[in-house]
């Protein structure tokens, strides 16, 4: 790939009698105004030559914000939404100032050759997505109360004539929706066109586990006691 930036504008204009890259080559690469320079895609499609770039921003904006999203929970019945509907929008000006701005900024050697560099390579821009958290929590908030356990620490029972051999109850790990993951997922699947989501448990140990309780040495004596009754 010939490295347009690494010759001086002067060199560049002269070259063209000699066969190499002149002005009028090195121009032609340049995106025309008001249009998306070629090779740049905007999540992953390309804007047409004749058609509006923000006109196109704002149809992929509405693809991806409309589209039906489900989330499933395991034992639960899964649950129908829309981006939109969870308050997620694209800063559509953004993603047409940042397709504009390829092969317009700098001298010319510098936009020629990213102009060329681009036509070459490909440039994705993923659109600016922006999800909040709140419309989601407000959506699962009854799966998140119906999937919160506390978590149970393993207890150890002392053995003796009246109560039988010592033994250990196992520690129970606790649930609850993850929200922050879950909000992870379902900007990762709007991204990605993906069209369910599972919604994220994550497990929490007790301090006391099973592990900890095996590990305590119980074979020592500090004390005893007895209590009588009766005269």
Do not use: N
């Amino acid at each position: 790939m010939r490295r347009l930036a690494a010759l001086p504008l002067l060199l560049l204009l002269g070259l063209g009698a000699a066969g190499g890259w002149g002005y009028a080559e090195a121009a032609a690469l340049l995106p025309k105004s008001d249009r998306v320079p070629t090779g740049v895609t905007r999540h992953v499609q390309a804007c047409p030559a004749d058609v509006d770039p923000d006109a196109f921003a704002s149809a992929l904006a509405a693809r991806m914000l409309d589209r039906p999203l489900t989330l499933t929970i395991q034992g639960e019945a899964p649950l129908v939404t829309t981006g939109r509907a969870l308050g997620a929008t694209v800063d559509t000006d953004e993603a047409v100032r940042a397709a504009l701005r390829v092969g317009r900024v700098g001298s010319f050697e510098d936009r020629a050759q990213e102009a060329y560099a681009v036509r070459q390579a490909g440039l994705d821009h993923p659109l600016p997505l922006r999800v909040p958290l709140e419309p989601l929590a407000e959506l699962l908030g009854g799966v998140i109360d119906a999937k919160a356990e506390r978590a149970q620490p393993a207890r150890r029972q002392l053995g003796g004539a009246a109560f039988g051999p010592a033994r250990i109850a196992p520690h129970r790990p606790g649930r609850h929706v993850d929200l922050h993951a879950t909000l992870d997922r379902v900007r990762a699947a709007l991204l990605d066109d993906e069209p369910t989501v599972s919604v994220a448990i994550a497990e929490e140990q007790p301090r006391e586990t099973t592990e900890v309780a095996a590990a305590i040495d119980v074979s020592t004596k500090l004390a005893s006691f007895e209590t009588r009754f009766g005269g």
